[in-house]
């Protein structure tokens, strides 16, 4: 059976309130992690996706995919344009 958290505890009679749990500070990195968004690389993978034909996949696991992978989608994007810069540099 669940563990369920009480609120508040009952001590004599009188109900007294639970103090609130500490709040963990997040580092830098995490932060970071956290404000990435990566909408545009989202829609490209399941505008992609989508071309290539969902063929009995659900729209929802694709969506979860090109969620989980929008970062990495777009650190790629990023790579393939410094490579092409550096290739009109050298020209």
């Known amino acids: 059976m669940p563990q369920v958290k009480q609120s508040r505890k009952v001590v004599s009679g009188k109900k007294t309130s ?19 968004k990566h909408s545009v690389a989202y829609y490209d993978c399941c505008s992609q996706e989508t ?4 063929k009995g996949v659900k729209i929802t696991q694709i969506c979860h995919h090109c969620k989980h992978n929008s970062q990495k989608l777009a650190i790629a994007k990023v790579q393939e344009r410094e490579v092409e810069k550096q290739k009109i540099a050298q020209a």
């Open 18 to 36: 639970v103090a609130p749990a500490k709040k963990v500070a997040k580092t830098k990195k995490a932060l970071a992690q956290a404000q990435l």
């Open 51 to 54: 071309k290539k034909g969902l």
